[in-house]
């Protein structure tokens, strides 16, 4: 519970009245604006009404003046103690032509149009997965973007992007959010000539309608493979207990392009249920580990505990050799093959192996 007293009031009331506004009221005292906005009710204050251009004429002009001068809008915005949003609609309303702000000089890849295998995992994660576009081109807004709390995910995707286009954006960090996540990470690469080259591949890039880039269904088994990594590290978790690999989305259209992929690699028998995609018999589970994998270390980890629960431990041939007349006579006496596997510690086919041709005595 937000605890204020009375002082504290007063002095959010006189601010408001000196023309400060809610958003600014909250940040000095560390408040919601909701939480701001209830007090100042509280305390008999009545709103102005929002007026989003009430900007002085000087102010206007200054705008103006400080474009034709090169400043960027952040800087004027900054220049001028406004915000980004109202100096940009004041530019356009005056008509002005606006720069870009998408950079097609930055990519230095003079290669970035080849399918890699880093462009397949970026593809992976821009279209079903958590990455996506901005593309306002009215704005001149050109970004490839993905936001995710895990810091390898993050991290490889930022190698992918160095190694197709060139750049290596920066990593944010976000202020701590809700529902116990502590960070999110967030990069985004500002680049018209590299969000047109992702936008060519002539696939649906929206979170539920994405489709499946024909130029990945007819590429290599290893490129097809990178490109379900990237929607793995995204959509995917692994459940030891039940040996599962679960790829969650809602989009049972593109999940059946998906399955095709998979089937093109050598997974198939793929089950779904209403999270999306499920992978759990053994041989399904080894492709994945060996061809497709995951960047995560904690996914990456769950999965090797699995596959290491699968192996089998075999007895040495020499050694088997030795208890094989011990195999044989327990399968006269009776025994079936996995209480003799379980009497002299081997396993049950090696034990039906050794002793298949063998009659029982009754």
């Known amino acids: 519970m937000i605890q204020i007293n009375n002082k504290m009031l007063i002095e959010m009331k006189k601010l408001y009245t000196e023309g400060y506004g809610t958003k600014k009221i909250a940040k000095k005292f560390n408040f919601t604006v909701t ?7 509280k305390n008999g204050i009545k709103f102005r009404e929002a007026f989003k251009d009430k900007v002085p004429i000087s102010q206007h002009n200054k705008f103006i003046n400080l474009y034709h001068k090169d400043k960027s809008i952040k800087e004027i915005a900054q220049i001028c103690n406004f915000s980004f949003s109202t100096v940009q609609r004041h530019l356009i309303k005056s008509n002005i032509n606006l720069k870009k702000r998408g950079n097609p000089v930055l990519i230095k890849n003079q290669n970035y149009k080849e399918l890699t295998l880093e462009k397949a995992y970026i593809l992976g994660v821009v279209g079903p997965g958590d990455g996506f576009i901005e593309y306002r081109k ?139 995609i499920l992978l759990y018999n053994r041989k399904n589970i080894e492709i994945f580990n060996e061809l497709i994998n995951f960047n995560i270390s904690y996914k990456r980890q769950k999965l090797t505990d699995i596959v290491n ?36 510690d081997i396993s049950t086919s090696a034990a039906w192996h050794h002793s298949k041709d063998i009659k029982q005595v009754v």
């Open 35 to 41: 939480t701001t906005r209830n007090y100042l009710i």
């Open 138 to 276: 009215d704005n001149g807004v050109y970004r490839i973007v993905l936001e995710a709390v895990d810091s390898n995910f993050i991290k490889y995707f930022v190698f992918c992007l160095e190694k197709v286009y060139g750049i290596k954006p920066k990593i944010k960090v976000l202020k701590p959010r809700n529902f116990g996540i502590n960070k999110t990470f967030r990069v985004r690469l500002s680049s018209k000539q590299a969000v047109e080259d992702i936008l060519s591949y002539n696939a649906n890039f929206k979170e539920s309608t994405w489709t499946v880039p024909i130029a990945i269904k007819n590429v290599s088994k290893e490129t097809k493979a990178k490109y379900l990594q990237g929607f793995a590290d995204s959509q995917g978790s692994v459940s030891i207990d039940s040996k599962q690999i679960i790829l969650c989305n809602q989009n049972l259209e593109g999940l059946k392009e998906i399955e095709e992929l998979f089937n093109d690699i050598g997974i198939k028998n793929i089950s779904y249920n209403k999270n999306g």
């Open 309 to 344: 629960n699968y192996k089998i431990w075999k007895t040495p041939e020499k050694e088997m050799l030795k208890l094989k007349p011990q195999v044989i006579d327990l399968r006269k006496n009776g025994l079936s093959y996995p209480k003799i596997a379980k009497e002299l």
